[in-house]
């Protein structure tokens, strides 16, 4: 980590970074002034993480220190204290929490305390746990209230109004087709945010279901199809490009490629890549919605088929920036004997639902029947097929970005030939999870990043036309004559 200021912007390897500040702010008095009582911990520090994820509200992290000065008994860390923090990339964006500039975490814990490994050691190790301020606002503060017209505009209150949040963060929210009325009974914000988000409509997108989660540039309300397309119009590109290399033989002194390097993963796994059994009973293939309508006394059935809305989306994969309708992650084929697809059997997933109408004069709650199937089949389709990564970390980078994965087919090729790249594994993926951790002792910042794709770069093969073969039906056996017979 360099001292001087004048190479802030000059990046010298792969996972370098600058931590500026790193304070524990404590909820007592200073005995020299008016002000809170400070402890700068930078050289206590061993480790810092900064999670993002998108299926949370808030980040979280951790700082892990070796203290030898015994600061957590002197201040005292009693989980009423702040934490700033001001780390980054040379040259690209900076995760700043500094009071009186920006919102700083709050500490909420500590564990893991051990004394040193030796007798004449006089330092303990420990970690601190730390989360954003508004997640201790949430758990002081309910919501009874009825919010009406678009959904957005409620999130933003419930975000920035002192007596929810009360954030001064960023708000990205995507605008929503909702114009609803919705009594909420008395739920802490976050609660009532995602109850929000799961009735939400894109204005731009045929798809439902919003997500809230926080970023180090702010909180972010959308759809998972606004992080794959932009405009409602053309595929989102990708912030970074990933690709297995050769072990690297260059002379780090003379042959340095930076950008190489933070391209180049230092590992890479797969989670989950095939579950169709669990696939099949989540409704990722075919589902079945019944709502029964009290006031006009109607029942109706709506069947969602994922190869036949498949064209409708965007996905992680596109077609020269427009939707594709072939580049299923689940193949195009029949079903054993039956003549038919797995998407062609809705049953395999029922769900019923009382959807009156005419609750309110002005606001009509969204059909459910525009929400409910997609979002069930979406959902299941982000929960397999999750690409592992570490990789040098960059502070430029969050959940909710576009990446792409270059993976060469693990077989043997000759020597003049060209290491072909897999087609169904590689391509783009959407970052579900975003891990920084920034090692202090050898002063390296690595990215572990939980990725997902739910379409293929290549066209899957397609199924056979007949159908399959089965062997014929054998007849029940009574066991009371078949000891008989033994």
Do not use: W
């Amino acid at each position: 980590m360099a001292a001087s200021d004048n190479r802030d912007n000059i990046i010298d390897y792969a996972g370098d970074f600058r931590l500026k500040a790193c304070t524990i702010i404590s909820y007592r008095k200073s005995p020299k002034s008016e002000k809170a009582t400070r402890q700068n911990i930078l050289p206590q520090v061993m480790n810092i993480t900064l999670v993002e994820d998108v299926t949370m509200p808030v980040i979280t992290g951790t700082v892990d220190v070796s203290d030898g000065v015994d600061f957590r008994t002197m201040l005292p860390i009693t989980g009423m204290e702040k934490l700033e923090l001001h780390v980054f990339t040379p040259g690209q964006s900076e995760i700043k929490y500094l009071e009186g500039v920006t919102d700083t975490f709050n500490v909420y814990k500590i564990e893991k305390i051990r004394g040193a490994t030796s007798m004449s050691g006089r330092s303990s190790i420990y970690r601190i746990h730390f989360i954003s301020r508004e997640s201790y606002r949430n758990s002081t503060t309910r919501v009874s209230k009825a919010f009406e017209g678009p959904v957005e505009a409620a999130v933003y209150e419930l975000v920035q109004d002192k007596k929810y949040l009360d954030s001064r963060k960023e708000l990205y929210a995507e605008p929503t087709a909702t114009n609803s009325k919705y009594v909420i009974p008395n739920l802490k914000p976050l609660k009532t945010i995602k109850f929000l988000a799961e009735q939400a409509v894109s204005d731009k997108y045929k798809n439902a279901g919003y997500l809230f989660y926080e970023t180090t540039k702010g909180f972010n309300f959308r759809s998972f199809e606004s992080m794959m397309a932009q405009s409602g119009t053309i595929a989102r590109p990708s912030i970074e490009k990933y690709a297995m290399q050769p072990a690297n033989l260059r002379d780090a002194k003379q042959n340095k490629d930076i950008l190489l390097d933070l391209q180049s993963p230092d590992s890479y796994s797969f989670e989950n890549v095939i579950n169709t059994l669990e696939e099949l009973n989540k409704g990722l293939f075919a589902n079945k919605l019944i709502t029964h309508d009290i006031y006009n006394k109607r029942i109706t059935e709506f069947n969602y088929d994922y190869h036949e809305q498949f064209g409708e989306h965007f996905h992680t994969e596109h077609n020269d920036g427009a939707k594709s309708d072939t580049k299923f992650m689940k193949p195009l084929a029949y079903y054993e004997d039956t003549g038919k697809h797995l998407s062609d059997f809705p049953m395999a997933k029922l769900m019923n639902l009382v959807d009156t109408k005419a609750v309110h004069n002005d606001y009509e709650f969204t059909s459910p029947e525009n929400i409910l199937p997609n979002r069930v089949s979406q959902r299941a389709q982000m929960a397999n097929n999750h690409l592992l990564l570490s990789v040098p970390g960059q502070t430029r980078m969050n959940v909710g970005n576009i990446i792409t994965f270059n993976l060469p087919l693990q077989r043997q090729v000759a020597h003049d030939k060209a290491q072909e790249t897999n087609p169904y594994y590689s391509g783009r993926y959407l970052m579900l999870v975003l891990k920084h951790s920034f090692d202090i002792p050898n002063q390296k910042h690595t990215m572990n990043i939980r990725a997902v794709k739910d379409s293929t770069m290549t066209d899957l093969p397609q199924g056979l036309d007949e159908v399959t073969v089965l062997t014929e039906y054998k007849d029940a056996v009574n066991l009371y004559e078949e000891d008989e017979r033994a």
